[in-house]
């Protein structure tokens, strides 16, 4: 057996036994269910845990990750888990968290092509254009690429208000909170950009559902 592949057997072994010395019933009290009070919407970067960020355990962050924390209207993934996570877990947050240093977001801001993932950057490429304008005025690369990384995070934002999903829930008097979050790989730290929406009223008319 590969050395890598039996130490993650092996890992788990160590980690069932740890829990079990704290709490011997923690595994069968996780296995009755979950009532996270967060949906967590993030990238697939490996250096980007959503439990570990946030001190979280087991049962308390459910979870969605993508290249690039996007959150497209025609993903049926990102949808379904949306959906889930609003209608039957019935959470009270929804954080979306990119992270600077982020992969998608840098190649959305050049011309190589990369292959199929291209078709997805190009959703990120549509964010650089919104705020072409505030991008290109920016002389310095790592300042521009950083603003890339907060601006894509806020669009998501208003992206994620903008879906029926979130619309209905808000329609029905559910207490539902979205945020934009962007995580710093060199210090561990997160930046809360401000962008808390709660209602649909800070979306533009031609958004707002109708039920």
Same mark, same amino acid.
């Given at each position: 057996m590969n050395s890598f592949y039996k130490k993650l057997l092996d890992n788990n072994k160590k980690w069932v036994d740890e829990k079990l010395k704290i709490d011997e019933n923690y /595994?069968?009290?996780?296995? &009755?269910?979950?009532?996270?009070?967060?949906?967590?919407?993030?990238?697939?970067? =490996?250096?980007?845990?959503a439990?570990?960020?946030?001190?979280?355990?087991?049962?308390?962050? /459910?979870?969605?990750?993508?290249i690039a924390n996007l959150v497209l209207h025609t993903d049926m993934n990102m949808l379904?888990? !949306?959906? %889930?996570?609003?209608? *039957?877990? &019935?959470?009270?947050?929804?954080?979306?968290?990119?992270?600077?240093?982020?992969?998608?977001? &840098? *190649? *959305?801001?050049?011309?190589? =092509?990369?292959?199929?993932?291209?078709?997805?950057?190009?959703?990120?490429?549509d964010v650089y254009r919104l705020h072409q304008g505030e991008l290109d005025a920016i002389e310095d690369e790592t300042e521009r690429f950083? &603003? /890339?990384?907060?601006?894509?995070? %806020?669009?998501?934002?208003?992206?994620?208000?903008?879906? =029926?999903?979130?619309?209905?829930?808000?329609?029905?008097?559910?207490? !539902?909170?979205?945020h934009g979050w962007v995580y710093t790989l060199d210090s561990g730290l997160v930046k809360d950009l401000g962008v808390n929406i709660s209602n649909d009223s800070e979306l533009s008319d031609v958004y707002q559902l109708n039920f």
């Open positions: /595994f069968v009290d996780l296995s &009755k269910g979950q009532t996270p009070p967060l949906l967590w919407i993030g990238c697939a970067d =490996s250096r980007v845990p439990n570990e960020v946030i001190g979280g355990k087991p049962g308390e962050v /459910f979870v969605h990750r993508n379904s888990v !949306l959906d %889930y996570a609003v209608n *039957a877990l &019935k959470v009270k947050h929804i954080i979306v968290c990119g992270h600077y240093g982020c992969g998608g977001v &840098k *190649a *959305a801001m050049g011309n190589d =092509s990369i292959g199929i993932i291209d078709n997805w950057i190009r959703h990120i490429k950083n &603003k /890339f990384v907060d601006l894509n995070v %806020y669009e998501q934002v208003f992206d994620l208000a903008k879906t =029926s999903i979130v619309q209905s829930a808000w329609k029905n008097g559910q207490e !539902l909170n979205l």
